[in-house]
């Protein structure tokens, strides 16, 4: 019976060894390439939404560096992810923002999204950017944009506004609209530019009659 219990105690030792090795085996395969406990993430605040094959996910617009907001008249960049599922290429070929922007301009014209792959719309360069916004624009408010592509048809998003700050500061503003200059039109002249023309005196070219004597 001595014996007996003597066994007993020596395999519940091995068993709780054992499971003090395993543990930090398996705490370092936890702490690897790509660990949650090493890597940092930052967390994804985004909008997301799906258009049939169409997934969009993190999609955020660029607010100011400041509380003070984007103010009525400017611009601001939304980025986003959108991935294809499906098995043919898509393409998306507009953005509204009605109410809060009197126009989305797709920079480079339509976005294609090639299928199983992602479009490249995560920055840092905006490639889709509200115009002329219609009141000023704050983190922490939302916009409401409709997406629409040419096969996946629209899907609609409560894309929230991010200061640009912390981890959204890697982002880059909207480059500014290029402003018209005014060009000459060909032909006119300009009175600094004219050539004078020589003006004809005619006492000074007449030629004298000479008198007769009778």
């Avoid at 009197?102 to 490249?120: F, H, N, Q, R």
Wanted: hydrophobic share 35%; proline share 9%.
């Amino acid at each position: 019976m001595v014996r007996s219990r003597n066994g007993s105690k020596l395999l519940r030792r091995l068993m709780i060894g054992g499971v003090a090795l395993v543990v930090p085996v398996l705490a370092g395969c936890e702490a690897g390439n790509n660990s949650p406990v090493l890597e940092f993430h930052p967390a994804a605040n985004g909008a997301y939404g799906t258009a049939d094959a169409v997934t969009i996910s993190d999609a955020f617009i660029l607010g100011a560096q400041d509380s003070q907001g984007l103010p009525k008249g400017s611009s601001a960049g939304m980025f986003l992810s959108v991935y294809n599922g499906g098995d043919s290429a898509d393409k998306l070929v507009s953005v509204d923002a009605t109410g809060a922007a009197k126009s989305v301009e797709l920079t480079g014209g339509s976005i294609p999204v090639p299928a199983t792959s992602s479009a490249d719309l995560e920055g840092p360069q905006p490639k889709v950017v509200l115009r002329n916004l219609s009141a000023k624009l704050a983190g922490g408010q939302t916009v409401t944009v409709l997406l629409t592509f040419q096969n996946s048809g629209s899907v609609e998003l409560t894309v929230p506004v991010e200061n640009r700050t912390s981890f959204y500061s890697t982002y880059s503003p909207p480059a500014p609209v290029p402003t018209a200059t005014k060009t000459a039109k060909p032909g006119a002249s300009s009175s600094a530019s004219g050539t004078p023309t020589p003006s004809t005196s005619t006492s000074a070219s007449a030629t004298p009659t000479p008198s007769t004597t009778p």
